[in-house]
């Protein structure tokens, strides 16, 4: 889909909320349900970029590290994609506490998702640096490179621009999984949602607009890595021959 | 810290509370991949699905499963019927995954040359007789691996179903956890179990995708 | 004329499993020498240009480097395998240019000159910058300084390749095939930088090719390799004039009909 049919995407829906916002059985339930988008946007974006920060660094950790380095990186993968981000999200909320370590719940919400994120990111990011062409590399020895300037001025960057779109798919599974944070008490879309629907027992409404919104945040994630998929491949005119 | 004598005595507890995991996983792949292959076909067979269906597998892809979970169990009391927990919440998995599903088996089908359409047409064969005998049986042994991502999938999520209570390992790792005050080594008990789960599952999938593309010898 | 030569492949042998690439390869390069190498493919003659480079590892063997030991290095009067340090150090005399260019892509001609000279040799970006508009003049391309290499002919690509080697300031640059990617009628204009490079500066160059016109009539010396070992070399005066060896004689009346 093209960028356009996003953003016109995009603007029907808030449109659409925005009319059912004047409608009576939609109007209660709206500032309340936005409140809690809030909380779930913070929450995706500081758990996006721990995700980014985490799949970065395992990836490189497994491509180049030393032995017991790519053994972490493995273990940390393994470990989070092996189990479901319930799973996780329960275990750092009730038993770190029993190893005296207290997080706010909120810490804990962006720290289980980041790292579930990032251990799926880390396939996409050794995927995407793996596939810079060889030559690159060759041309980048023959400049007398250290790896680190290597990797940093010519590889990684490369990597980048290939690394978005999966990334934005990820991002969107974060954006889907910000809804398990309101089984450990915190306020978010979901726990509105939920809290709404228990006092007013109004399904229909609310969870429409929940959705709705759901729909938008996640067509706006779209739309910010399709942008910076377009800024990031300038002059590189990817499949374009002269 | 760790208690290996609580660990093993609650082993038991968990290990029932596994079965009703296993149950809901796989009454929900059977509703997933049988609701998957449905929307599939209808897109084929009925072209004018095609539209409603995309935008209802959109909508279900991009909003969160335990939305849809809470959406289910309680619609229908608005309705007048009453679900139990189980059935909402394995009713909401099957619907989430029919919708992955079907893209597992719209990409199947599309792989499918044209040219085997061509073929059927021109040998009379029915719709029916088509699909059953020449087209599904090309169509789904590629995708087979696919399906099986999304079998651990499902299994996998099978703990959002505590939300609504159902009494499968994560809410029944909770309920021990609330009452003995040691949530330590039921959670982390769960997650071993989902982890092992796991490893196992995915080694059989390679193992599956192995065996269905040996080259038969000429 | 100095007698250590500048380049030295002391007994190389390099092996692909049960498969020998080169053979105790002995080949000496002297200071400012202009050698031409050709031969059948597989013959082991990039591998000679990638092993110099450090692009591929050694099995047997010493390369020399102006007297210093590139793939090992002296410990109490032994040679031993040398580590990475050792090699960036000896690797700083070498430039590259390569078949398929591997221009990098996300930066301009300009860029792709001054990057390495700016991270690895500390030179400071304006420094940096007017050395390469230097020599991207040299090649014939300041007009296309701020140009991507995706909005480049693969002729025009390669010379910036060749602008980005130099500015490194090798004392031996190595060409592998850098022609045989290209259209034919773009072919001249990197063979004329090429002979430019020559004439002008006193660079050590060994270039693996299959423009024997250009190897006649540029090159000190031609290296005919065949199943890992130099079959014959010489004067090209010589060479293509009194091939002595049979299968010299075959493989240049194979090239010659191919026109």
Redesign the interface.
Known sequence: MGIRTLIVMLVASVVIIAILATQETYRIFVPGLLEGALLTAKITVLGALLAVAMGVLAALGKLYGPAPVRWLANIYI??F????A???L??LF??L???GINLEAFTVAVLALGLNIGAYGAECARGAITSV?R??W?????????RF?MLR??IL??AF?AMIPPWGNLF?ELL?????V??ITLSDL?FK??QM?QTT?K??PI?TL??LI??AM?LVITIAMRYLEQRASR???RG?T? | ?WDWAFAFEILPILAHAAIISIEATLVGFVLAAGLGLVLALARIAFPWTAWPISVLVE?IR??????QI??LY??F??FGITLDAFTAGVLALGIHYAAYCSEVYRAGFDNIHRGQWEASIALNLSAWTTFRDIIIPQAIPPIVPALGNYLVALF??T??L??IAVLEL?QT??II?SETF???EP??L??LF??AM??VSASLIRAAERYLNRRPAR | MTDKPMVRFDKVSKRYGPLTVLDSLELDVMKGEKVAIIGPSGSGKTTVLRML???EAIDDGVIWVEGSPLTHMERNGQLVRADQAHI?KI??K???V?Q???????M?AMKNCI??PV??LGMKKAEAEARAAELLDMVGLSQKKEH?P?????GQQQRV?IA??LA?RPKIMLFDEVTSALDPELVGEVLQVIRKLGSEHDLTMLMVTHQMGFAKEFADRICFFYQGKICEQGHPKEFFGNPKNERTRQFLHAVLEAG
């Open positions: 393994e470990i994609r092996g189990t479901s319930l799973v996780q329960f275990w009730f038993v506490p029993q190893f062409a030559g690159q060759e041309a980048a020895t023959a400049l007398n490179m250290t300037q001025r010519i960057p490369q621009i969107i889907k999984s910000t809804a398990l309101s089984l979901a949602a939920q629907n027992m399904t229909i969870f929940v959705l759901y729909l996640s002059g590189l005119a374009r002269v | 810290m909508l991009s909003t969160p499963l335990l939305i809470f959406f309680f619609v009391p608005s996998k999520e703990p959002l505590s939300a994560m790792a909770k956890g040691r949530y330590t959670i982390t769960v997650g989902f982890l796991s490893l | 480079m450090t692009l960036r690797r700083a070498i430039g590259m390569f398929s260019f591997n221009l990098f892509p996300h301009t990057e390495a991270t690895v991507y995706s909005q480049l002919s693969g390749a980005r080697a490194m």
